[in-house]
Structures are given as C-alpha cells and as structure tokens.
C-alpha cells in the first residue's frame, strides 16, 4: 500500500513538474499507450467527422441471413468496431430495416436484391463480399452481402478496414488462391522453431479442455485478413502428433477457429506409423502401410469433421520418407492423398529438399528442380506441391524458384517466411510485403511474349489447363505469445501484408503498408506517411546491411543471426557461407551459369539468356549468377569490390535513417509502443553496423584490396568478429 502510494505520488509530482524528463518524453497530447495486442483491430475512435459518417451507416444491424457461429462472429465484429470507432455504444442488432442500417445478408436472405447486384454476387463464389451503400425496402443502407456465411464475415472486416483506414470500401472483392495459410513450425513443447515472439500460442498440454482466449482473437485477426487455414505444427514433426490425444487437442482448436472460416490441417512425419511401431515399414508401397493412413484419416475425421489436411517435410534435411524405400516423392505424396481423398483432404508435400547424402557436392540451388520437375504430372489431384520463394532458403533476397513455370501439370503453392529467421529475427524492422510482391511480381518469361508472373503461376492459370484442382499460399507464421504477438510491432504488418497477398497475389505491397499503418497507428497523415517510409525502405536496407548484389547465406551456425561468411566447415559443403558466396583472391560470387553450375539452365531460356551475362543479370542478383572479379566495373562506375562496400554503407545509413524517422513521431505514437521500437532500432543499427564490418573485414581478408577513398575501415579485426557467437539466440532448429 505504502508502495504504491509513493509510486502514484512520484507520478503526480513527474506529471506537473515543467520541464521534468517525464513531461518532455511524453507530451500531455501523446495518444494512451498501448501493448499492441490488438493488432490492427483497434477499432480506436476516429476523428469527428469520420465519426459522424461512420454512425449514418451503422444505425443498426441487421442481419437477414440465418444466425450461425460465422455470422454471429461477424455481427459481433461490426458491434465491436462501430462502438469502438465511433466512440459510442454499439449499434442494436435489428430485425427491420431501417434508414442508416447496416444489412448482412446473402443472395438467399434478401429476395428483394436487385439483379445487377445479384449477378454480380453470383460471380464471387463462396468466399467473395460485395460493399454497397444502396437502397433496400425503400430505404438508404449499407449493405454487406456474400454468398456464404464466411463471405459476410470476410465483407464485415473489409468494411471495417476501410472505417478504421479512411479508404473507400471495395466495391467487391473474392480471393484469387483458394488456401490461405499459416505454418507454424510450433513444436509440441511450445518451442517455436524459428520463432522470435516467445513460446507457441498452442499450449498443448492444456488442450484439449483448456482453450486460451488467444485462440479465438487469432482467428479473429486471420479472418480478417481472408487467412482459411492453419498448420498447427512445425514441418519438422513429431509422431505423437497423430496419435489420439493429440489429435483430440488439435480439435479442441479446430472448434475454436471454425466460425472463422479457418480449418486446421497437421504436419504428418512419413515415418509415424512405423515410429509409433504400428507397422513394420513406413514404405509407401506397402500394403501395411496404406491401411494405416487410411485408418487414421479417417480417425482424424471421425474428430475433426473439416480437417483440411498433411503438410509434410520428406527427405530433407534428415526428415524420413518415401525415398527411405526408393521411392518417389510422388508415391509418398499418393499413398496419403488416398487416405485423405474420401474425406477431401489434401496433401500439401513441400519440395524443400537437398541432397541426402552429406557431401555431394552439386549446387544446392538446382536440387529441388531436379527432383520435381521429371515428377510433374505423376501427382494424385489433391496433392499439391509447396515451393520456398527461392531455390536455397528464405534469404533476404532470392530470385525466384525455377519450379515456378516448370511444373503446369501440377498445382504448385507458394511458401514464403514471415518469421525473419534470416532477416534479424523480430529485432530488425524488414517489411516482408516489398519481398512477397517482388517474388510474386517476378516474370517467369515461359510464355512466349511477357510473362507469366510467380503470382498467375500460382493463381493457377498456367497449370492444368487453367483448371488446378487447388491453388494456393503458405507463410511460416511469425506468432509467439508475446504480448504483441509478434515480437516487433512491425512484425506486424508482416501477417498482415502475407494475408492480403494470400488473397490478391497482385495487390500492391505499397496500398498493403499505407492500409496497416492507417488501422495500426491510427489514420493520421503526420503518422501513416513516415511509418509507410519506413516499411517501404526496410527491406531492401536490410539486404544491403546483409547479403547485397545477390550474395546469400552468410549468417551465423544453426542459429542464422549475425554476420559469419567465414565459416568453411561444416560437416556439408552447402552447409558453408564461403560456399555460396565463393570469394578469393580472384573475385566473388556464386557461377551459375553454363562455365558454372548452370542451375541458370532451370530457368525459361528468355530468361536464361538474359541472366546469362552480368550485364543483363539485374544487380540485385548479380553474385548470384555470376563469379566476377573485384575489379568488375559496376554500372555506377565502381569497381565491384568498391560497390559491395557501398551497399553495406548504405545498409547501414538506412537503419540509421529509420531510427531518425521514428525518433521524429514521438509523442505522436503512443509512448510504450515509441519506446518499444525505439530500443530496437537501436539493436537494429548496431546489428547493421556488426554486419557491415565482420563482411568488409573478412572480404578485404580474401581480395587484398585496400578499403576506397573515404571508407571508414572496421573498428576492430577480423578475429574480434569471428570470437562472437551467439549461443543462446532464439528459434534454434
Ligand atoms: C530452414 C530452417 C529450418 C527449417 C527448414 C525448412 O532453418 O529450421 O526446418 O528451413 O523449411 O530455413 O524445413
């Protein structure tokens, strides 16, 4: 007691003390704090005549359709948001409707729908919305229709997203990717592999009959963003998660993110029947084998009658499967798309993999290719094949994967990482969305004139004939359970930007930012215009400060932070940062052309072609293609070794630039999240900065070359970077 009275009384006396340390940090106009956990679902009130306009069109809510747990969600959701934005108590679900309603309804429930308006519904499929201000009954509404309960649902976050960011309401919008997912790599301990937001959100003990609140603001968030679908563990599997307690706790879940459209799918380790000594083998041909899944698809939908499928990681990196047996990936992926087929389950078998045998010394970028590509076709109809981004691992940087263009008689999903596992954990600001629309943007050239685009490849209207059996989008989630569930509160906008994008492979990673920025920090140009500045320069500072001109995996040993292009051994050649960036006394970077390992040759040959000389290999891949000399003459008019020195520099002037951009909002963010990036931008210089001189120090090591004119050379040798380690980094694999 006597305690706090002291605190509150040294608060008063902070408070109105002019010009105390207190009053000059937080100004009294300073919006309240907040801990992020809302996301960009504050629904905080907005400015008067927002306000005013925002209660016109919500004077009640009516919905005509049937009551069910997904449009009771979603009438909740608007009752939450109209109370919440308009600052006021939340508008009374009606029965009639009135001036001002705002209606929900689908093409069933509202009879009365005139016929551009129902043709236009009938054009947007099972989870489309259309936003109109129209008139019903006579009388002027807002009206959110859909075909579906899921429709109305997604319709009433679209509506609240333009409330709460001042833009106008979509007139209509439907998914363009049927599968919108996340991938948790959550271990059943609640380690997260990769994760740098805390434990797992899962709490597996607990379940199946303690639910966390969480579970259902998660579904929540998701739905918003149109996300349909969860992998609830990590790819590196475990057998127990298919045994009957486990999978009864992976219902417990399923129940909570139902009436949010969210179906749960599990990553199945192939060798879980033989593991868990139910069969003798785990071989695919095995009629032993074959039963066994069956069985447990079954079981698993006897429980979780919507269970959306397997997720597996075979034959990679020490993971079991069907190649155990010589078999094929395609044998493995058939014989559990048979088990999961009755029930219309899929199999989403990922074509992460490289060489199983330590040593083989091929490049680890052409791998996947060769082993999917002659498989193309062979797969069953609800088997799809889950490609990285890249053809070596979530790198900052990455040209996109070969697959994508090189398989059209098999659906092919994409695979991006929103945890920044090689990208400064949840430390560095890097917006994901400039990375996503470039990979998804990039021109495969397989088509005789322009494109396709990774997005229409994936869109699926290269692939069967433009009739996939499924299209779709993976992100490896980056949620923890930390108070503001992603570490970083810009880690944020990295669900966020992967959901859009899930959604429309073509939106604009730009409108995504300016969209998040408006919901997440409040609608107010002074703040959205520098917080949008600062997404949109993050990335591409990161891979300056990191891996620039297309240099990649040079991070630290097993945990992946920090600067080590040194290391040269480890137990795998492609194990090795001095693989994959090649320099010596000669020069640097990685031949992938047709003096090299010709992975170029993956590529469509327009594309290979161009690729083919440094001269037209865009610069951000240059290193990747190519092995040049330090002397190399950059089109700046530098030399090489000059240029990639440049780019560090810049790397880290950038952060730097982002901690002078955000320096410049306090007082107009609220103080606890000001400060809570403040201190990480902070961390985020001095990894820019440990980045910089580890990479000049060591590559001035192997080229000889003295430092350019008015370099600042590393403050301490080579050896002072290669004695720091990081022993107990997080998100160890
Ligand atoms: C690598 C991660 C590792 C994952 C692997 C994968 O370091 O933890 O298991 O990807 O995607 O980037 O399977």
């Known amino acids: 007691m006597h305690k706090l009275l002291t605190t509150v009384l040294a608060a008063l006396l902070l408070a109105v003390s002019p010009g105390s340390a207190s009053a000059a940090t937080h100004p009294v106009a300073a919006p309240a704090d907040e801990d992020g956990y809302n996301l960009w679902l504050r629904y905080q009130p907005l400015a008067p005549p927002a306000q005013a306009k925002l209660k016109g069109q919500a004077r009640s809510i009516v919905l005509t359709a049937a009551a069910t747990p997904t449009t009771r969600a979603a009438v909740a959701e608007l009752q939450r948001g109209v109370a919440g934005m308009g600052g006021g108590p939340a508008p009374a679900q009606a029965t009639a409707i009135a001036d001002g309603a705002l209606v929900l309804g689908t093409t069933a429930s509202l009879p009365a729908l005139d016929a551009a308006l129902k043709t236009e519904l009938s054009r947007l499929g099972s989870e489309g919305y259309l936003l109109r201000a129209t008139r019903l009954q006579g009388r002027p509404v807002t009206l959110i229709a859909a075909n579906t309960d899921i429709g109305l649902l997604y319709g009433a976050f679209a509506w609240l997203r333009a409330t709460a960011a001042g833009t106008a309401p979509v007139a209509a919008s439907s998914p363009k990717l049927q599968l919108r997912l996340l991938n948790h790599w959550d271990n059943l301990d609640r380690h997260v592999e990769r994760g740098y937001a805390g434990a797992s959100i899962w709490d597996w003990w607990a379940l199946p009959e303690i639910t966390d609140s969480r579970y259902t603001d998660y579904a929540r968030a998701n739905a918003s963003l149109g996300i349909n679908g969860t992998v609830l563990n990590n790819v590196n599997s475990k057998p127990e998660v298919l045994t009957p307690a486990y999978i009864a706790k992976a219902a417990a879940v399923a129940d909570v993110l139902r009436p949010y459209g ?36 079954d079981e698993i939908y006897r429980t979780i009658p919507d269970f959306g499928g397997f997720l597996v990681k075979a034959n990679s990196e020490g993971q079991p499967g069907p190649q155990d047996y010589h ?83 098999t659906p092919l999903m994409m695979e991006f990482q929103i ?127 990191m891996t620039p001109l297309g240099l990649h995996h040079m991070m630290g040993t097993a945990h992946h932070h920090g600067p080590a292009p040194w290391v040269n051994d480890l137990e795998r050649p492609d194990w090795n940062p001095v693989y994959y ?98 201190q990480r931008l902070r961390r985020q210089v001095q990894n820019a900065q440990l980045w910089r001189n580890a990479c000049i120090a060591y590559f001035q090591s192997v080229s000889g070359l003295p430092l350019p004119d008015g370099v600042a050379p590393p403050p301490q040798p080579l050896e002072y970077y290669k004695g720091i380690h990081f022993p107990y980094a997080p998100g160890r694999g």
């Open 262 to 297: 969210i179906k749960v799918f599990l990553s199945a380790r192939f060798s879980t029947p033989l593991e868990l000594k139910e069969t003798d083998t785990a071989d695919p041909l095995s009629p032993a084998v074959q039963a066994w899944w069956k069985k447990k698809a």
């Open 327 to 409: 078999r094929s990936h395609a044998d493995g992926a058939n014989m559990l798309a048979a088990a999961l087929a009755p029930h219309h389950g899929i199999v989403m078998w990922r074509a992460f993999v490289y060489a199983p045998e330590a040593g083989k010394e091929t490049d680890r970028a052409r791998q996947a290719y060769e082993e999917f590509k002659p498989l193309d076709g062979k797969f069953a109809a609800n088997v799809m094949v889950q490609v990285k981004n890249g053809a070596i691992d979530f790198q900052p940087r990455e040209p996109f994967h070969p697959l994508f263009g090189a398989m059209p008689n």
């Open 419 to 545: 945890t920044k596992e090689y990208l400064g954990f949840s430390t560095d600001i890097a917006y994901l969305g400039t990375m996503f629309e470039e990979v998804l943007e990039s021109d495969t050239m397989q088509g005789a004139g322009k494109g396709p685009t990774v997005a229409q490849i994936i869109e699926g209207a290269h692939t069967l004939g433009g009739q996939p059996a499924a299209t779709g989008m993976a992100g490896v989630a980056n949620i923890g359970v930390d108070r503001n569930w992603t570490g970083h509160h810009f880690d944020q906008a990295n669900w966020y930007a992967f959901g859009r994008l899930a959604w429309n492979p073509q939106a604009s990673a730009r409108a995504i930012a300016i969209e998040w920025a408006a919901q997440t920090f409040g609608n107010d140009a002074r703040v959205t215009t520098p917080v949008v500045d600062m997404l949109m320069l993050s990335r591409e500072a990161v891979v300056d400060y």
């Open 581 to 678: 960036h090649r320099a010596a006394r000669d020069g640097i970077g990685f031949d992938r052309t047709a003096s090299g390992t010709n992975a170029l040759e993956q590529y469509a040959p327009a594309l290979a072609r161009l690729y083919a000389d440094p001269r037209t290999t865009p610069e951000k891949y240059l290193l990747w293609f190519h092995h040049l000399p330090w002397t190399y003459a950059m089109p700046s008019g530098r030399t090489l070794w000059a240029e990639i020195i440049h780019h560090y520099d810049r790397g880290v002037a950038a952060a730097r630039d982002l901690q002078t951009r955000w320096d410049a909002l306090r007082g107009v963010v609220d103080a606890r999240r000001h400060a809570e990036v403040a």
